[in-house]
C-alpha cells in the first residue's frame, strides 16, 4: 500500500481563515518536505524538516518521524495560495522520496 | 526559480525524437528527472548523483538519460507514445536533502 496518505485530497477556505494538511506515514521516514504546484505549473519548495517545526510567514510545519506524520497548517489564507500541495518524504534508501497524492487547496474572496 | 532552467517550456510532438535541457546554478550533486501527469504526484524517473545513475525500473526505455557535466542534465525521448504526455520536471538538491524543481517541460504527444 502507499506509504504517505495525505489529506485532505481537496480543501476550499475563505481568505483569513485557516486549515491544517496532515501526511501520515506508515513506515519511519528520516524527513519530510512540502511542495506547492502553483498555477503557473511551478513546484515550489515550501519546507523541508527533519524533525520539529518550522515557520514561514503564514505556513508553519511539523514533522513526528516517531508518531510517523506531518501537518502543514496555512494561516490567514490569501487568494495566491491557491495550488496543489504535496508532501514527500525520505524513506530509509538514497533519496528515496515518496510523495503524497496532493490536496487542492481553493482560496475563495 | 531561475537557478533551474529547462528547456523548452512547451512541446508538442508527433512519433519524433527530442531532448529536453536542464541546467542548475546552485552547485548541487544529485540531479533528477521527474514526470507528472495530470493531477498526480511527480513520479521519479533518474537521478544522477555525482554523475552516477541511478534509474527507475519502470521507466520505458526510450527515455535516456544524460548527464555531460554536474550541472547539466539531458532527458532524450525517442518516438514518443501517447502516454508519454506530462510536465516533466527537472530537479536538484544538494545531496541527500532539500529537492529545488525547474519549472518543467509541458510535453504534448499528438
Known amino acids: 500500500g502507499d506509504q504517505v496518505e495525505q489529506s485532505p485530497s481537496a480543501l476550499s477556505l475563505h481568505e483569513g481563515t485557516g486549515s491544517a494538511l496532515r501526511c501520515n506515514f506508515t513506515t519511519t521516514m528520516r524527513a519530510v518536505q512540502w511542495f506547492r504546484k502553483n498555477s503557473r505549473g511551478s513546484l515550489i519548495n515550501l519546507f523541508y524538516l527533519a524533525s520539529g517545526t518550522k515557520e514561514n510567514g503564514r505556513l508553519k510545519s511539523a514533522f513526528d518521524s516517531k508518531e510517523r506524520y506531518s501537518t502543514l497548517h496555512i494561516r490567514d489564507a490569501q487568494l495566491e495560495d491557491s495550488g496543489t500541495y504535496f508532501c514527500a518524504a525520505e524513506g530509509a534508501g538514497y533519496n528515496k522520496l515518496t510523495f503524497g497524492k496532493g490536496t487542492v487547496l481553493l482560496v475563495s474572496p | 526559480n531561475t537557478k533551474i532552467t529547462q528547456s523548452p517550456r512547451y512541446l508538442i510532438l508527433g512519433r519524433a525524437n527530442k531532448s529536453l535541457e536542464c541546467e542548475q546554478h546552485?552547485?548541487?550533486?544529485?540531479m533528477y528527472w521527474y514526470k507528472q501527469s495530470a493531477e498526480k504526484p511527480p513520479e521519479l524517473m533518474f537521478l544522477y548523483n555525482l554523475k552516477q545513475l541511478i534509474r527507475n525500473e519502470t521507466v520505458p526505455s526510450r527515455f535516456i538519460p544524460e548527464c555531460p557535466d554536474s550541472s547539466k542534465l539531458l532527458l532524450h525521448i525517442s518516438a514518443v507514445d501517447p502516454e508519454d504526455s506530462a510536465v516533466y520536471f527537472c530537479?536538484?538538491?544538494?545531496?541527500?536533502?532539500?529537492?529545488?524543481f525547474g519549472h518543467g517541460t509541458k510535453l504534448s504527444v499528438l
Open positions: 530537479a536538484s538538491s544538494p545531496g541527500n536533502e532539500r529537492l529545488f
Open positions: 546552485l552547485g548541487h550533486n544529485a
